[in-house]
C-alpha cells in the first residue's frame, strides 16, 4: 500500500506499539485499531523487509538496528 511504502519510521512504529485511528490506504479511508505485535527487533525487520518486497513493492531494506533504535 502507499501508506506502508511511504514512512519506513511509521511502519515499524506501527508494527511495535499499534495503531488507532483514522488513516488513508490507497485512497480508502479506514479508521480501526492494529494491536502490537510482540517480535524481536530482527523478526520485525524480516516481516516489514517482506511485505515491502512483495506484491510488487519495492522498498528499501529495514535493518534490525533500525528497529532498536525506535524500540528505545
Do not use: C, F, H
Amino acid at each position: 500500500s502507499d501508506y506502508l511504502m511511504a514512512d519506513k519510521k511509521r511502519a515499524i512504529q506501527q508494527i511495535l506499539g499499534g495503531a488507532a485511528g483514522e488513516m488513508t490506504v490507497n485512497g480508502i479511508k479506514y479508521n480501526g485499531i492494529m494491536t502490537a505485535i510482540p517480535l524481536g527487533d530482527q523478526e520485525t525487520a524480516d516481516v516489514l523487509n517482506y511485505i515491502r518486497n512483495s506484491w510488487g513493492n519495492k522498498g528499501e531494506a529495514i535493518r534490525p538496528e533500525e528497529v532498536k533504535a525506535i524500540r528505545k
